[in-house]
């Protein structure tokens, strides 16, 4: 299994980025996904999450608006657009999968069976 996220770097106050993260190792379209970040000395926050067939998507209030969650099921990729990016959003940024009928709710970072490695964001003021 493998989870590759890319994208990530260093940007502007008021820019955008995209993330990507490629999928292997697993049946991608049995897995919802979602992306998490972890900001130096806090823990782990939910973003946002896909359902696996990419008709429902969840977000955090914090990014709600301004981010935008999307899939590939034909490719194994997951995406997060970012518009509108601020300081508070400088973390690195993770994907994961969660599998279907994973009890709990998913932006709870313990439901998801899944890890990238992480990709760094950081936004200058």
């Known amino acids: 299994v493998q989870l590759q996220a890319s994208g990530g770097g260093l940007v502007q106050a008021g820019g955008s980025l995209r993330l990507s993260c490629a999928a292997s190792?697993?049946?991608?379209?049995?897995?919802?996904m979602g992306w998490f970040r972890q900001a130096p000395g806090e823990e782990r926050e939910f973003v946002a999450r896909?359902?696996?067939?990419?008709?429902?998507?969840y977000y955090a209030d914090s990014t709600k608006g301004r981010f935008t969650i999307s899939r590939d099921n034909a490719q194994n990729m997951v995406y997060l657009r970012m518009n509108s990016l601020g300081p508070e959003d400088t973390a690195v940024y993770y994907c994961?999968?969660?599998?279907?009928?994973?009890?709990?709710?998913?932006?709870?970072?313990?439901?998801?069976?899944?890890w990238g490695q992480g990709t760094q964001v950081t936004v200058s003021s």
């Open positions: 190792g697993f049946t991608f379209s049995s897995y919802h």
């Open positions: 994961a999968a969660k599998a279907l009928g994973a009890s709990g709710p998913s932006s709870d970072p313990r439901t998801y069976n899944y």
């Open positions: 896909i359902a696996n067939n990419g008709y429902s998507t």
